[in-house]
């Protein structure tokens, strides 16, 4: 157990919906980061927040976005779901965002767009 | 910038042999690396880490990697493969505060 903690484990909804994924961090930790994993593209960073504020952003759709909370909880928000979308979203967290620091996974949430 | 190859999408040992998994790293600067696992249907759990204090680096589960700079490689080993083993493995390289790049990952499978 990495201490992280998202939910819903598992999310099946239709295109054109939007769906909200939620992301406790390790206690602690200031940095929270968000991946897709699919078969196609593998495991894509998508966005990081460290203490409530962006710090970088990757392969993430304009569709998507996200917030980190007082509370340091994350939620990455999908929009006008597409086919494509369906795919492993993890949540990641780190003491710090500096280099060096490793990341701890969430266990994911599967989403099915049908 | 930065990027990470890993070379064989997919490995298959025998129980108790070595295994070898490969992993290059591009890298402008001294880099962070990591060798991360992910098992079925679980998220990726920290193996092991590469931060500059010794070119050997020893992490979980028996596993170890060696770092070297003249190949620009950080393969990760284990001397006796155990069914156990079956699972994703992730090279990744951290150069900058924002984030880490992974590799495509090896799918490491063992024969009985």
């Known amino acids: 157990d990495s201490g992280v903690t998202q939910t819903p484990k598992h999310l099946i909804t239709a295109t054109g919906q939007r769906v909200t994924l939620r992301c406790s961090p390790r206690?602690?930790?200031?940095?929270v980061y968000w991946y897709q994993q699919s078969l196609d593209q593998g495991l894509q960073f998508l966005i990081q927040y460290y203490n409530g504020e962006e710090r970088a952003k990757g392969n993430i759709l304009e569709r998507f976005s996200a917030q980190q909370f007082p509370d340091l909880h994350s939620e990455l928000n999908l929009s006008s779901l597409e086919l494509g979308d369906s795919a492993l979203y993890f949540c990641?967290?780190?003491?710090?965002?500096?280099?060096?620091?490793?990341?701890?996974f969430g266990p994911g949430t599967r989403l099915t767009v049908t | 910038a930065q990027s990470v190859t890993q070379l064989g999408s997919h490995v298959s040992v025998s129980e108790g042999a070595l295994v070898l998994l490969r992993c290059n790293y591009s890298s402008s600067v001294p880099p962070y690396l990591f060798w991360y696992v992910q098992y079925p249907n679980q998220g990726l759990q920290l193996l092991l880490k590469y931060t500059s204090a010794a070119t050997l680096v020893k992490g979980i589960n028996g596993f170890e990697a060696e770092f070297k700079k003249s190949e620009t490689s950080f393969h990760l080993t284990k001397p006796s493969a155990h069914m156990s083993d079956a699972a994703e493995y992730f090279c990744?390289?951290?150069?900058?505060?924002?984030?880490?790049?992974f590799g495509s990952g090896t799918r490491l499978s063992i024969r009985p």
């Open positions: 990744a390289v951290s150069q900058s505060a924002s984030k880490i790049i």
């Open positions: 990641a967290s780190s003491v710090e965002g500096t280099s060096g620091h490793e990341q701890y």
């Open positions: 206690s602690g930790d200031l940095s």
